[in-house]
């Protein structure tokens, strides 16, 4: 072994020398850095887990399936609207059964505010609201709404609708809207996506099936 080339033992012993040079002068940093440095690696490391637990979570979107709608009751009278104009007015009272389906693996679902409109042309004749809830991971309710509308008046938009209550009344195609929002409360509300889901349906009030549940599996879209 040459003599210019330091030992192992040599080299050893110069590094333990550094190191304890380090240690006494207070390493790389000066010692009032390293709890900040601990807090801000803490902070990135959790904000890298929240980035990976949302990703995860968006995909997992809740899923809502509309069953059946039922209607009561569908009238059509004439009256006069506040103003007193001239008009037919729509009574309606129909069931809506949906079921709601939280495919998140790991996080439960807050439904929020919703809103649900059954509609004749532009006119809006009934509406509903899901009520809020909570909805805990892979789990699915079946959800009963009542759309509801008294005596709206619908004006030169309702020449052709007839009363469900005569015997002759003819189908009437209706517009069922469906708005519904939710959050997913993945780490409480630090990491919380919200969801809205909108599904839009065509239904047809016959009156011949009053009071029947009529499948709407076949009748809505959602559109993205
Ligand atoms: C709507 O129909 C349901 C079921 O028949 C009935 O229980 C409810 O009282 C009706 N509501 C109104 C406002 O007529
Ligand atoms: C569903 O859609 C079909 C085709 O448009 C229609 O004939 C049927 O009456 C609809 N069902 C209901 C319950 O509205």
Redesign the pocket.
Known sequence: MSRLTPSKEQFDAIEEEGLHRDVEEGGFMPGRCYFPAFVAGIFVLFSFFALIMWGASLPQKPKITIKT?RFHEFVVQAGADNSGVATKMVTVNSTLRLTFRNTGTFFGVHVGPSLLELSYSQLILATGNMGKFYQSRKSQRLVTVALKGSNIPVYGGGADLTSANRALGRPVPLTLTIMVNARAYVLRKLVSPKFHKWIVC???M?PKKMSQA???K??CTSPP
């Open positions: 709608i065509s239904v047809v016959d009529l499948s709407l076949d009748n």
